[in-house]
Each structure stands twice: as structure tokens, then as C-alpha cells.
């Protein structure tokens, strides 16, 4: 199998509202930045599209009609994912290594503000026999799975604030974040309850934006870039989406795509190998479940290290420097892209004032969200 390298990178800010954009709009902007960037014609280079939407987010019924023309993939071979961005750049990758195509680009975007009614839509996603009928905010899953988790762990509550207090901050950074802020352990535990003992800043809120993603072949990317971002790993899974029948203590979909990753990798010693991670924190106690499930510490030991200080931008493991879903915003189908995101400019040495010193070696993770149980991991090397 061939070697497979980002190229090229592009985006727009997130924003909490849009109403002066169109999402065509924010996808030609971020495709136009990511071939700048790749110094690639989409007309002439690349082999082949890959778009991430799903239709009820998207408000319209097959969407895939009007995906391709604001990111130049008009009568060229294309793929509609239903799915996260991050199983888009998964997708190229195998396309490329398997030498079906050179170089490919992959896009997904948010248009979270036009949803007037998001929680009936995700409350669509669930069982029509047995769930749907309680007609419960959706939330009510992610606070029983929180509160199991924290019993079956050991870790707590306010370590799960710490997580909301570290993102926040973090994204002041960040000059694309749209919920950077300076909120305080003592405002998460007083805030206002939605499913005991999840609070409503406990979750991501949610944001608009658009992320472009060139991949190419080693050959090509050698000729595009003299700094090219290697996809060392990749691994996904789908648990089972019965809850009646999953595990709800530990994120074992994350578990097997990271020990397929790292396999792949050739990584033994994750904490020890890589140089920081960005991992899905749609709820805050996910930070936590997600960073126990990839190996990084045993069970019950992520709080232990974020209240040390080791998952800080300064610490010897470095988790959501960028914010997060949590200081970001919540990108649909682009929150997956928004972690690789983070770790290519990294890896480039082009973050700024949040850039971790000598990053060479980074882990991007994602989870499909509520109610699914799937996701998937990559690592990334310079």
C-alpha cells in the first residue's frame, strides 16, 4: 500500500450564526483556501471528491445535488459519506493507497444555526418502538451514560468541569474557536441541569464553518509540499446501536479503532509516542471516556491527570489544544475534520500562540454522536 500525506488544509472561522452565508459559500471559501494551500487546480489535479452532509442536519432531502459545485467537483468522480468528515479522509486514504486515485479532496461543513428545532432531529435518530415514545430530550442518554461512567471509574463530576474550564480557556487561543471564555469549574457544577449529572455547559455547543482536506499519494505530496502531514494509522469501528445492548461505562468503539491505529502505526506506547491529541469532547465526561478508551491512561486515571496538569497545552500530553467541540463548536459532520485540523497545524509549527513545542507525532479521534457508538482514530506525523 502507498504512503498517503495531507497536502492541503483549508477552513473558515467557526461562528455561533451565519445568517449572511450560505453554506455554498462556506464551502467554496474552505475549498478554495485548502487547493491554494495544496497548490493543486481542482479541475485539472485531483482524481476525486469525497462530501460529508446528512440529510435531516441539512434540512433537505438528498443533499448530495448541491455539494459538488461550490468546492469544484462538478462532473468528476465523487462520494456522498452520511457521516463524519473524519471517515471521509479515512475513505481517501484507502482510495489512495490503494491506488485508485492520486490525489483527493474531502469537505464537510456545519450549518448548525439554520436548525430552528435541533433537538426533534436528534431525537429522529432514535428508536421508533422503544425510545422515541418517551419523548425525552436526547440528552437524557448522554446523562445516564455520564453517570455510569463516573461510577464505573471512578473519576468525578468535577473533573468533568475541569475538562469544560481547560477547553474554554484554550480556545481563547484559537482564533477560529467561537466559545472561547473564562469560565470557572464552580459556574459548570451551578449551572443550569439537563440530565442529572450532565449540565447544560457540560455539552458542545453547536457551530457553523467548513473544513477542506487535500490528500495525495507519496509521490505527488513529495512534488506538492515540502512539508507534507503523513497519515501513519487509521482505525474505525461501529458498536452496536441498541442501547439496550452496549457497553455504557467505556467507549469500546474507541478502544478497537485505536488499537487498529496504533497497530498500523507501529505505536506501542501511545503516551509515550505521541505528542498531543484532539479528541472528541461532544460532552464533557467524553474527554475523559475517550482518553481512557485510546490507551493513554487506565481506566479511571484521565481525571487524575487532567487536575495535574498533563493534558494542558504545557503538559507532557497535550488534549484539545485547539478548545475542542467544547470551545470550538460542534461542527456536524465537520467536527471530525475540526480535530484533524488541529493536529496538520500542529504538525506544520503553524498554531501560534497555542502551538505545542516540538510536535511531531499527533492523534485525532472522533464519535459519530447520539445515539451511535462508533467513531474513529488517526495518527499523523510530520
Given amino acids: 500500500m502507498r504512503s498517503v500525506a495531507i497536502v492541503g488544509i483549508g477552513y473558515t472561522a467557526f461562528r455561533s450564526v451565519t445568517p449572511d452565508l450560505h453554506f455554498h459559500e462556506l464551502s467554496f471559501e474552505a475549498a478554495k483556501k485548502a487547493y491554494v494551500d495544496a497548490g493543486v487546480d481542482p479541475r485539472e489535479d485531483i482524481d476525486g471528491f469525497i462530501m460529508c452532509a446528512e440529510d435531516t442536519d441539512e434540512g433537505q432531502q438528498v443533499i448530495d445535488v448541491e455539494l459538488p459545485d461550490p468546492i469544484g467537483a462538478m462532473l468528476t468522480s465523487s462520494v456522498f459519506l452520511g457521516n463524519d468528515g473524519m471517515l471521509g479522509l479515512i475513505t481517501a486514504y484507502l482510495q489512495i493507497s490503494s491506488n485508485m486515485a492520486n490525489i483527493i479532496a ?25 425510545h422515541r415514545p418517551l419523548q425525552q430530550d436526547p440528552s437524557f442518554i448522554a446523562g445516564m451514560e455520564m453517570n455510569r461512567y463516573l461510577y464505573e471509574s471512578g473519576n468525578t ?31 459548570v457544577l451551578n449551572a443550569e441541569m439537563l440530565s442529572y449529572p450532565l449540565s447544560h455547559l457540560d455539552v458542545s455547543p453547536r457551530a457553523d464553518g467548513s473544513i477542506c482536506v487535500v490528500l495525495a499519494s507519496e509521490e505527488r505530496a513529495r512534488a506538492l509540499t515540502q512539508n507534507p502531514i503523513w497519515i501513519r494509522g487509521v482505525g474505525w469501528c461501529g458498536d452496536t446501536s441498541s442501547l439496550e445492548y452496549r457497553e455504557w461505562g467505556s467507549a469500546v468503539h474507541a478502544q478497537i479503532a485505536a488499537k487498529k491505529a496504533y497497530q498500523m502505526a507501529g505505536i506501542s506506547n501511545p503516551k509515550g509516542e505521541i505528542d498531543l491529541a484532539e479528541v472528541d469532547d461532544t460532552f464533557s465526561y467524553k474527554e475523559l471516556q475517550h482518553l481512557e478508551a485510546i490507551n493513554v491512561c487506565g481506566q479511571g486515571q484521565a481525571g487524575k491527570l487532567l487536575r495535574e496538569g498533563s493534558l494542558s497545552k504545557e503538559g507532557d500530553f497535550p488534549v484539545n489544544v485547539s478548545g475542542g467541540s467544547i470551545g470550538q463548536g460542534r461542527l456536524l459532520c465537520a467536527t471530525g475534520l475540526s480535530r484533524v485540523l488541529e493536529i496538520v497545524v500542529q504538525l506544520r509549527h ?33
Fill in 157 to 187: 463530576k468535577d473533573q468533568c468541569a475541569l475538562v469544560v474550564e481547560k477547553n474554554k480557556r484554550n480556545a481563547l487561543d484559537n482564533p477560529i474557536a467561537a466559545y472561547g471564555d473564562t469560565i470557572t469549574v464552580e459556574d
Fill in 350 to 382: 503553524e498554531a501560534g500562540k497555542r502551538q505545542v513545542k516540538g510536535a511531531e507525532t499527533g492523534l485525532a479521534q472522533y464519535w459519530r454522536g447520539l445515539p451511535t457508538a462508533k467513531g474513529g482514530v488517526m495518527v499523523l506525523s510530520n
Fill in 106 to 130: 474531502v469537505e464537510a461543513r456545519s450549518k448548525a444555526s439554520n436548525i430552528l428545532t435541533p433537538k426533534p432531529v436528534e431525537a429522529f435518530s432514535l428508536d421508533p418502538v422503544l
